[in-house]
């Protein structure tokens, strides 16, 4: 049972370009979840979703979208990359909100 | 903006019980408190969680105060690998009806031989 699988787990970009992040769960979980840290920061939601074909906006949405055409997949896409998105990025999923999360092994983004 | 306050750090020596207290006095009556931990630059890991009775399961016990405004993580048995920051987190609904996590800057706890 793989839990929730998140790729790259490290990525340099260059400022404009553009990127996805992976991360797809195999335990049947409706609710998804991503969420970023800066260095020595907690974690702020970006996105969540609660099963295929809902997202909604979390505290820092803005320069990324999200899809969930599958209740597994839930990739999070940088448009235009800024040095401000310099981050751990984390994808989570829950079977309902009311459950603890488990959580992916995270994403090393650096925008240079 | 967290709802909730710890100490950005607390030491604890292996084999003693780590208590690691929270404050979330602005808490409302059917929010719930949650505890994570993350190692190193790991996801964070799922402890437990409560609204207002104690909880107990195989990691720790949550005691939360009858007014609800503070509650306590103890791990019974502090272990060199529960070296980690822990957060307490209170879960808040959102506009689309579910609910969402705020987290804090969480502690530090180092566990010493």
């Known amino acids: 049972n793989a839990g929730v699988t998140q790729t790259p787990k490290f990525r340099i970009l260059k400022i404009g370009q553009s990127m996805t992040l992976q991360c797809t769960q195999d335990?049947?979980?409706?609710?998804m979840y991503w969420y970023r840290q800066d260095p020595g920061m907690g974690l702020k939601l970006i996105y969540y979703s609660v099963g295929a074909g809902i997202t909604d906006k979390g505290e820092v949405p803005n320069g990324y979208n999200v899809s969930r055409s599958t209740t597994e997949d839930f990739p999070l896409r940088l448009e235009l990359a800024a040095p401000s998105q310099t981050s751990v990025y984390f994808c989570a999923s829950s079977i309902y909100s009311g459950y603890g999360y488990t959580f992916g092994s995270g994403t090393r983004l650096t925008v240079v | 903006d967290a709802k909730t306050t710890q100490p950005p750090s607390m030491d604890c020596a292996e084999g003693r019980a780590a208590n690691l207290p929270c404050n979330h006095s602005t808490i409302s009556g059917n929010e719930y408190v949650y505890w994570y931990r993350q190692i190193h630059s790991q996801g964070p890991q799922y402890i437990i969680h409560?609204?207002?009775n104690n909880e107990t399961n195989e990691m720790a016990s949550l005691i939360i105060t009858e007014d609800r405004k503070s509650s306590t993580l103890i791990l019974p048995h502090a272990t060199l690998r529960d070296t980690a920051v822990y957060y307490c987190?209170?879960?808040?609904?959102?506009?689309?009806?579910?609910?969402?996590?705020?987290f804090g800057t969480g502690t530090r706890l180092k566990v010493l031989a």
């Open positions: 409560g609204l207002k």
């Open positions: 335990m049947n979980h409706n609710y």
């Open positions: 987190i209170v879960r808040v609904p959102t506009t689309s009806g579910t609910y969402k996590y705020i």
